[in-house]
């Protein structure tokens, strides 16, 4: 009765101190949102400029971000940026055509602009974005380029046998292991990526060419995202080392571009990446075939990255894969920005190159 009687009370308190404040207010401006990650490696620094607009406001029509300024200073040496073309191959929409057949159209070029920073920025320059707008408030970031890592590289291979039902099954693995030299040029944060050049090629007998076939001869390198795996068990993932984000070169992203793997620098020394590999194959005996198969090498490029890209990539991470916030059953996480007095996020970073190796497995004629 006395704890009711508690509860009552203090309910008539605070009601006896209400007061009506407005919580969201609407008089927000939109803001700028800046993209940036500024790589030693590059010859130029791409920015990616944006109307940030609160979450919490009403979508307005015909929101333009009218630039009035946009630059870096490298070391307090202002470089305005500029505006360029650059062109992507883009497939339109399918569509049913007249007779009612379902087209998918072949990719089209579409020429595109980004603003960039013309040269390169030196290693352990530190570095300050600004940006403006008509009608919204200035905003800026500030940024220190790393030094690219010194560090060994360890490539071997790892096979894996899976026994199933009446049989088994090997995959074929690289293990690339690092080793860190100059930790006294430490960021703390690393990312790796591991590309793939695969070459393929046929050479049609002059038979086969008349039956409709032709001979091609490409090359192509992507990205490839490692399996961080624990050698004890090859199925239980280590969910807890690395983060996994898109890099096209340009820009970070949340789509797949060329995977790379973010970590800490004990995770990184701590951690071994394995690269599922599929065997090289060559002429497999057709007498269609004059000659044909394929080859393939890899590289890791290994990046030293300031903290603001681990830090947003990170936030990014938890926030895209909080499902459970979406529905109110857990809390938000906090997207992280360095922009002062708007959003988004301003790093840099600077890379070293390992050797092509080539692919040590090879698949037998058949």
Request: glycine share 8%; aromatic share 12%.
């Amino acid at each position: 009765m006395k704890k009711i009687a508690t509860i009552l009370l203090g309910a008539i308190l605070l009601t006896g101190c209400e007061k009506s404040f407005e919580l969201h207010p609407e008089d927000y401006s939109d803001m700028i949102r800046l993209e940036c990650v500024a790589d030693a490696t590059k010859d130029s620094v791409f920015i990616f400029p944006s109307i940030c607009v609160p979450a919490h406001t009403k979508i307005r029509d015909n929101v333009v971000l009218d630039l009035t300024g946009l630059s870096i200073e490298v070391n307090g040496e202002e470089r305005k940026a500029v505006m360029v073309d650059y062109t992507e191959w883009e497939t339109p929409y399918p569509y049913v055509d007249e007779n009612g057949e379902y087209i998918i159209p072949d990719p089209v070029p579409v020429v595109k602009h980004r603003f960039a920073v013309p040269g390169a920025v030196p290693e352990g320059a530190s570095l300050r974005i600004k940006a403006s707008a008509k009608g919204m408030e200035d905003v800026y970031g500030l940024a220190k380029v790393p030094v690219r890592p010194k560090l060994d590289i360890s490539c071997t291979t790892y096979d894996y046998i899976d026994y199933g039902w009446g049989g088994s099954w090997t995959d074929h693995y690289l293990k690339f292991k690092f080793d860190i030299k100059d930790k006294e040029n430490e960021t703390g944060f690393y990312a790796v990526r591991i590309l793939r050049k695969s070459h393929n090629y046929c050479e049609y007998t002059e038979e086969a060419k008349a039956e409709g076939n032709e001979d091609y001869d490409y090359v192509s390198i992507e990205g490839i995202t490692p399996e961080d795996i624990s050698e004890s068990s090859f199925l239980e993932v280590e969910e807890n080392d690395g983060i996994t984000i898109g890099y096209d070169g340009y820009r970070l992203s949340s789509y797949w571009s060329g995977a790379m793997r973010l970590y800490t620098a004990e995770e990184l020394e701590n951690t071994c990446l394995y690269v599922r590999v599929y065997p090289d194959s060559e002429n497999q005996n057709n007498p269609r075939i004059i000659r044909g198969g394929s080859e393939s090498m890899f590289k890791a490029v290994i990046f030293r990255v300031s903290p603001e890209i681990y830090r947003y990539s990170k936030a990014y991470t938890l926030e895209k894969n909080n499902d459970l916030a979406g529905m109110g059953l857990a809390p938000v996480n906090f997207t992280y920005s360095n922009i002062i007095g708007g959003s988004g996020f301003f790093g840099a970073m600077a890379c070293v190159e390992g050797e092509w190796m080539e692919n040590p497995f090879k698949q037998e004629n058949r």
